[in-house]
């Protein structure tokens, strides 16, 4: 009887734990492969999860900041899906490498023309930017998932300072300080990155499929190890008793 009350109590504990660390990597964000740094160029993935068991994810449209805007946007090809850029006038143009820019890409959608992700799985969208601000610490992205059921999940609640993480929160790439040798990226730089994307993204996805699994077993790992300490423990109590 004893021995059933602890393996029910240590079933429960590793569900709530796993319960726990769910939302940690359940969330619409942003990541560089490799670095992101201050006027620089960098690649990011947009890493979808689904969060749904009877629904697929059909359809991601992230908006661009109005406050940094980027002279460069190019999302990288997708099997599977359509990908439409939108671009706006800026009210300020911008500098760079000698030309004027009067407009930016201000957002990217991407739209199943297949399944989609499907429960269970993830998928990175890939997104060649540049030059990022040399005035800001982060950017903020807001996105907004679809899925075929029609349902809607707007990723657009900025954190706060002092503030619990929103429900649902705002994809935030952070930004690295510039090279010391002043060196802030070139056309070459940016063309380089895009042709390296589509390697360095089926790795990503790898890692993050690897890690996702180790964080897994590494709860279930204590679950059981927890079992077999109080299972331990009676038993020497018995003897003890006996």
């Known amino acids: 009887m004893k021995v059933s009350r602890l393996?029910?109590?240590?079933?429960?504990?590793g569900a709530a734990v796993l319960?726990?660390?769910g939302p940690a990597f359940a969330h619409v964000s942003v990541q560089p492969e490799g670095t992101a740094a201050k006027g620089g160029y960098a690649v990011v993935d947009f890493k979808v999860p689904n969060e749904r068991?009877?629904?697929s994810t059909t359809k991601l449209e992230v908006t661009f900041p109005a406050d940094h805007p980027l002279a460069s946007a190019m999302p990288e090809p997708m099997d599977g899906w359509k990908i439409k850029v939108t671009k706006s006038e800026l009210a300020k143009p911008l500098e760079v490498h000698g030309k004027k820019i009067t407009e930016a890409v201000s957002k990217i959608t991407w739209t199943a023309d297949g399944k989609g992700i499907e429960p269970g799985y993830f998928e990175k969208f890939p997104v060649s930017v540049g030059a990022l601000p040399e005035d800001a610490d982060e950017l903020v992205f807001k996105a907004i998932q679809t899925y075929d059921n029609k349902e809607v999940v707007r990723w657009i609640e900025v954190q706060q300072d002092g503030q619990e993480e929103p429900e649902n929160p705002a994809p935030v790439l952070t930004l690295s300080a510039a090279s010391e040798d002043g060196h802030h990226g070139s056309t070459a730089a940016e063309d380089a990155s895009d042709k390296t994307t589509t390697a360095a993204s089926d790795s990503a996805a790898t890692s993050d499929?690897?890690?996702?699994?180790?964080?897994?077993?590494?709860v279930v790992g204590i679950a059981v190890g927890a079992l077999g300490v109080a299972y331990g423990v009676l038993a020497g109590r018995r003897r003890t008793d006996a």
């Open 53 to 55: 068991d009877d629904a």
């Open 209 to 218: 499929g690897s890690d996702t699994t180790a964080r897994v077993l590494a």
């Open 7 to 13: 393996a029910a109590s240590g079933a429960l504990a």
């Open 19 to 21: 319960a726990l660390s």
